[in-house]
């Protein structure tokens, strides 16, 4: 079995992307493209070591690769990609494994079946990369055609013998800049093999690549509605909070917390949407610790859980069942309240109300009800 390394190439700036950031830090779905890039990689074949080559005044690497999970070392690169990449190759030299893989960090969709690919291709060449055709026409700048069969779309990893490319880095200048890894290979010599790309392996660069991408995510998503109900007490004196609203009506809601019975049954929608379980499991009503506590707590601990996930709340819908207090004066303030806590725009966010026809607890104005249901995007 060989010994495979990957270095990941995340010392771009992204002024491509549109984004005041680096590209690779910009949220997909709830998890900074790098993640994903990193994560699926990982899962994708077996590396003995993982290398980020990060640009020098990049500080966010470090929490990104915790929240990953997988164990890899991130060092700094230099000023031109081909830098980077040598900076990541030299990382290697105590470790040298028989073959690295050179991937950038902005392609978070490369799959088994292309690592499987490039690995084969080592058996019998010094390097390999993924290739695609041009399907459209090709046309030079001043309006004559150029022959696509002649050109090829190149995608990454591009994996090598790790003992060859570091030699042929290792002629390179300083500042030396090159179309790939491939075009360095090819200069020196090396014998190349090219395997067959994956469109889905694109390149996150323009604003619009998100939008792709995210498409192609919710193409693998399921939709799951949780829902939520809670009851509360009325008791006299205070201030009740109510969809994360302070309502001055001369009673309040009774509970362990400060008892918003709308912002709990929305909190469960969320937990039951993702099959984590109720409020209660999360903030045990015995946990002093939660006492008079600010439910909006709660409700930011589910949507935390909503982006460990990688998941999108869509929409939530609040019913609240009660002869008192009046909903109407304090609808919008509660659907902006939530829409906050959420991350939503207030379309998405929905509050009702109804009564039980003097009916029940409700009925006789011994407490309100909340009835809740949030609608999620998960990925499978
Ligand atoms: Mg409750």
Known sequence: MHKSALILVAAGTGSRAGQDYPKQYYSLVGKSILQRTLENCAKSFKFSEIICVIAKKDNRAKDVIAKSGVS????????????????????LKESAPDHVFIHDA?????SKLTMDAL??????????????????????????????DQFLRMQTPQAFHYSKIMSAFETLEEGAQTADDIAIAKEAGLSLKFVDGDERNFKITYPHDF???????????????????DVHQFEDGGTMMLCGVAIECGYRLKGH??????????????????????????FPPTDDAHKNQDSAVFLTAAMDAVRERGAVLQHVDLTLI????????????MRARIADLCGLTLQRVSVKATTTEKLGFTGRKEGLAAQATATLSIPS
């Open 72 to 91: 890899a070392q991130c060092i700094k690169g230099g000023k031109t990609r081909t830098d980077s990449v040598r900076a990541g190759l030299k990382a």
């Open 106 to 110: 902005a392609r978070p969709f490369v």
């Open 119 to 148: 690995s084969e291709a080592l058996e019998k060449y010094d390097g390999t990369a993924p290739a695609l055709p041009v399907t459209d026409a090709l046309k030079f700048l001043d309006g004559r055609s150029a022959d696509r």
């Open 211 to 229: 939008e792709k991408a995210e498409y192609m995510m919710a193409a693998n998503s399921y939709t799951a509605v949780g829902s939520g109900y």
């Open 257 to 282: 917390s400060d008892a918003d019975a709308g912002l709990h049954s929305l909190t469960d929608a969320i937990f039951g949407a993702l099959g984590l379980g109720d409020i209660g499991d999360h």
């Open 322 to 333: 009660c002869e008192q207090p009046k909903i109407k004066p304090h609808r919008e303030a």
